[in-house]
């Protein structure tokens, strides 16, 4: 089946004049694999562990569900227009420029104030084997071999999300053969006998609802757990320089879902067989635990340094990202002239070394004032539901205009239009709400509430900048785009005029 992409004005083809497509079929595999595992795996499902129980894997499982209704939206949009202005340029074409620059900026925000989180976590990581080594020098350290490897090509970032996917990787099996070889053996370990038995018989059984533990904890954590995914969506935005999207990105969206199953699920089974859930405390590494106790520390000390891998592998997608973003920011003036700015090898290097200096700078003060920043910080995670959203919404826009015969289908179609969308939205609104009700049971002091106060002042807070920004832009906007600041689409055709067709998609990815 041969696919046409849709038609679209010329300033979504201006997007992606200057980029090289060099990401190839290894590259996009491991980009995808990458984003699915990250500290929220190696590191902060211990305090989960801990504050949940078993269940926990039901909460995973579910969150890995919408991870991947998320992720075949995605893959519709990337078969429809790949682009490197990713969720940017999708709301632009779908819902107008105003929407484009909320969406631009608060993805932007969102990967620099993680990009600063993890310069922080560098530093600290790295004292496990060097305690009096100053925060400061491993931040300058890290940061400019990630903006070096993002100033190379797009070709250099992959290579480093290959690499780095693979120690992940590596380090995930090795203690998914450790961890069947205890449970399925029933070997001891650290006094507790291990076995899948371990799941009703943990302190509390399965679902604990006793003090300290509530009823609808396993549910509640599923507003934290959602963030373990995070970056899953990188995909969308490499898609613009992948050598064969079509081909390359329902490959990658379909093996999600496995890779959910097996690195997410998988891990979480087996610790919970492995352990009593109250055996693994906040702040320290399940895997951690786990070896320690099976007298490996030699793995203990490796998984330490997959930490600092997984913390460098995210502050590399955030260069990546924001700086794409910030080109397409650009090209309709939403965004500094200077953005534009690309290398011979097809690097927006501007945008990148902006974000690089945003990150530097709050890295620094971070140190100084960790407490202002820990508000900002918590404020990723609206930014991260925000995107998502988008994704959801975009798509549902998308497949409204293909079935009214606007747009031509894509050979990559979302399942279970509309209500997996549908599902996906609601469950975004109740992650919010879920943030907001465990920030306010997080401390009895009304000022360290700090998730209730993101999302029910953050939130009209960061409306309002947004709304004022919009304010400031939109003379410029209106000028630049000959007034067309509206979507594309009409229900009935292109809003301006005819558009230019672009080339078919030659390819037939699978289902």
């Known amino acids: 089946m041969t696919d046409t992409k849709s038609p679209h004005t010329s300033s979504l083809d201006a997007e992606q004049v200057g980029y090289k497509q060099t990401l190839g079929r290894r590259h996009v595999q491991m980009i995808a694999i990458g984003g699915a595992i990250g500290t929220g795996l190696f590191l902060g499902s211990a305090s989960r562990l801990h504050n949940t129980g078993p269940a926990l894997v039901l909460s995973y499982a579910f969150v890995g569900l919408i991870a991947y209704f998320l992720m075949r939206s995605l893959g519709e949009l990337v078969l429809h227009r790949p682009t490197s202005g990713a969720f940017v340029s999708y709301m632009r074409e779908f819902f107008g420029e105003r929407w484009a620059f909320v969406t631009g900026w608060v993805y932007w925000g969102n990967w620099a104030l993680t990009g600063i989180a993890d310069l922080s976590a560098v530093g600290l990581y790295m004292q496990y084997w060097f305690p009096n080594l100053d925060t400061w020098i491993t931040v300058l350290v890290g940061l400019v071999v990630v903006l070096l490897v993002n100033l190379m090509s797009a070709k250099a970032f992959g290579e480093f999300e290959f690499w780095a996917a693979i120690l992940k990787v590596g380090a995930i099996g090795v203690f998914l053969v450790v961890g069947l070889v205890v449970v399925i053996g029933g070997l001891e370990i650290g006094g507790h006998k291990a076995g899948f038995h371990n799941l009703w018989s943990n302190p509390g059984g399965f679902w604990p609802t006793e003090a300290p533990y509530v009823w609808y904890g396993p549910l509640l ?291």
């Open 221 to 511: 954590v599923m507003s934290g757990v959602v963030f373990a995914y995070a970056a899953i969506e990188m995909v969308g935005v490499a898609a613009g320089e992948m050598q064969n999207a079509a081909r390359e990105v329902p490959k990658a969206v379909n093996a999600v879902i496995l890779r959910i199953a097996v690195f997410y699920v998988g891990s979480l089974l087996l610790l919970v067989s492995m352990l009593p859930t109250s055996d693994y405390k906040p702040g320290i590494s399940p895997f951690v635990t786990v070896f320690e106790q099976l007298g490996m520390n030699w793995m203990s000390a490796a998984i330490q340094a997959i930490l600092i891998v997984a913390a460098m592998s995210s502050l590399n997608a955030g260069m990546f990202s924001t700086g794409r973003v910030l080109r397409s920011l650009g090209m309709s003036q939403q965004a500094p002239k200077f953005t534009l700015k690309m290398s011979e090898s097809g690097v927006p290097w501007a945008g990148i070394v902006m974000t690089a200096c945003v990150m530097a700078l709050g890295a620094v003060l971070n140190a100084f004032v960790p407490d202002a920043f820990e508000l900002a910080l918590e404020a990723t995670a609206v930014m991260i539901v925000f995107t998502w959203g988008t994704i959801f919404a975009c798509q549902l826009r998308l497949r409204s205009l293909i079935n009214k015969g606007v747009i031509p289908p894509t050979p990559f179609p979302a399942p279970g239009y509309p209500w997996t969308s549908y599902i996906g939205l609601g469950f975004l609104v109740f992650v919010l709400v879920g943030i907001a009700i465990s920030g306010w049971q997080s401390s009895p002091d009304f000022f360290h509430k700090i998730n209730f106060l993101v999302v029910v002042f953050g939130i009209p807070a960061l409306a309002g900048l947004l709304a004022l920004g919009w304010f400031l832009v939109k003379p410029r906007v209106i000028a630049n785009t000959d007034g067309r600041i509206e979507s594309v689409w009409t229900d009935t055709g292109p809003r301006y005029g005819t558009a230019t067709v672009a080339d078919p998609i030659d390819d037939t990815p699978s289902h």
